[in-house]
């Protein structure tokens, strides 16, 4: 790892100050990304800045009917939250599913969405609930936050702060995971509220996305059939050691329809 | 930081690890290192109670903090009950994966309490690599350790 200098700031204003004012600088949440990734030199930033000491960014509430969790909460408080058992249960299981728990008690909500790997669980969430990016500029929806492969709407100087989750009447994710990593090959969230479904997957494609097929067989006929018709393309699926595309385009439906199964 | 109890300071350059700052500057090498990709679970330390990849954290994030080596569990030479079962249940061959396994196996049976089942300590060892005992011994250790764990 190439040397930078560490920065650990107590609030959003230092963090953006310190990013400004730093020639190449980056924000370090749990670490558990970025810091493989600069061991191996891939990314060599001349600051690193720690967001670990700012109090705002952490914390789970539910109001009404959406749970909010700040960016520097951990998978493993998500996964133990009450308060998300309680309200979106699929949304727990996942954070308690993603890699393993040293990484859980580490990496964070911010981290995962703001680094938009391909194979990243909670992106598919984000979609699939609908939820909403707050930052400290601004607010971004799902739809518009992952824009391509580890590419995010979000500014240099930007910073997350917390993410929206709007309750879902019955929502469920199912992955098919890389048995060495935990990432997913394929995941599906599928959320259903007031009879309107939405579906994000994660792992198919350069990033996740909203499964608008799938979205339009299961709008009105809420079951694992309902997804035998459909075609999902393969031209825009990811093909790697792990699965070629034809078997990730199959994987997207199977994953639905277990999806749709957990959620009745 | 306190380490295994003892308060530590000392200077470090910005990008040391933490698994590099209780290898070399402590000389605690009981926490190993066995990947360059945060998979192996080799170098899993307790940091303010909770494991986390000592090779996946900075040095001078764990400024302040409480850290637990594989060194720190014994009491006056008598081995802590998770370490005594591993022994007893030849949870371990060459033991280069042992200390990781040691304490994520406490983090497990502190989360998840002294009766935790098979396929939780089964899953949550999916961070912790063995490329010798096969994992069925160590799971048995994990069990009759967190029974002693729990008195
Ligand atoms: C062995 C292993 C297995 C894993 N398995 C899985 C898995 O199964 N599924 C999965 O989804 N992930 C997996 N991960 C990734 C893990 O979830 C990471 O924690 C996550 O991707 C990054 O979160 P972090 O908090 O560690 O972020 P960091 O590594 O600290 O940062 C990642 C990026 O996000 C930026 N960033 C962080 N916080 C903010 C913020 N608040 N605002 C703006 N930018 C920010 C940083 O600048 C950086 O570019 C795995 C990781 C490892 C090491
Ligand atoms: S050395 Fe830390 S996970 Fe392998
Ligand atoms: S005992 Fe040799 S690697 Fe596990």
């Known amino acids: 790892m190439y040397n930078f200098s560490y920065q650990k700031v107590s609030s959003i204003a230092d963090a953006v100050d310190a990013i400004q004012k730093a020639e190449d600088g980056k924000f370090v949440a749990g670490g558990q990304t970025m810091l493989p990734t600069m061991k191996h030199r891939l990314a060599s930033p001349s600051d690193v800045i720690d967001l670990g000491g700012i109090d705002e960014l952490k914390g789970i509430s539910v109001d009404g009917d959406t749970v ?38 580490r990496g964070t909500l911010g981290g995962s969405i703001a680094n938009n790997d391909p194979a990243a669980d909670y992106p598919a969430a984000v979609i699939g609930l609908g939820a909403t990016v707050k930052t400290n500029k601004r ?17 240099d100087d930007e910073v997350i702060t917390a993410v929206l989750f709007p309750k879902a009447d019955a929502s469920a994710y199912m992955k098919f995971e ?8 394929v995941g599906v969230f599928v959320a259903s509220s007031g009879g309107a479904v939405k579906v994000g997957v994660t792992g198919a494609t350069a990033c996740a996305h909203r499964g608008m097929r799938l ?50 | 930081m306190n380490v295994n109890g003892e308060s530590i300071s000392g200077e470090v ?41 000592s090779c996946t954290t900075l040095a001078v994030q764990a400024e302040g903090g409480d850290v637990t ?83």
Do not use: W
Request: hydrophobic share 40%; aromatic share 4%; net charge negative.
């Open chain 2, 13 to 53: 350059e910005d990008r040391m690890l933490l698994v590099e700052f209780l290898r070399e500057h402590l000389r605690l090498t009981g926490t190993h290192v066995g990947c360059d990709t945060s998979q192996c679970g080799a170098c899993v330390v307790h940091v303010n109670g909770v494991s986390v990849k």
């Open chain 1, 139 to 155: 607010e971004i929806s799902g739809d518009e936050f992952f824009t391509g492969m580890f590419e995010t709407a979000l500014e």
């Open chain 1, 178 to 185: 890389n048995p060495a990593s935990r990432y997913a090959i």
């Open chain 1, 68 to 105: 909010t969790i700040g960016a520097m909460t951990t998978h493993a408080e998500v996964a133990a939250s009450s308060d998300v058992q309680g309200a979106i249960p699929a949304l727990a299981n996942l954070a308690g599913n993603i890699g393993d728990p040293a990484v859980r008690n």
């Open chain 2, 69 to 151: 080596t594989i060194e720190g569990l014994a009491i006056n030479g008598e081995l802590h009950p998770m370490q005594q079962a591993f022994k007893d249940n030849h949870g371990l061959q060459c033991g280069f994966c042992t200390p990781g396994m040691v304490m994520s196996a406490i983090d497990i049976v502190n989360r998840n309490g002294s009766d935790v089942d098979e396929a939780t300590v089964r899953k949550e060892l999916e961070g912790n690599i063995c490329r010798c005992t096969g994992y069925h011994n160590i799971v048995k250790a994990v069990h009759a350790g967190a029974k002693n764990m729990g008195g």
């Open chain 1, 215 to 264: 979205e339009e067989a299961l709008n009105g006929n809420f079951t694992a059939d309902a997804v035998d018709g459909v075609e999902i393309p393969i031209e825009k699926m990811n093909s790697d050691i792990h699965a070629s595309a034809e078997y990730r385009a199959h994987l997207v439906k199977v994953m639905t329809k277990r999806a749709v199964e957990a959620c009745s």
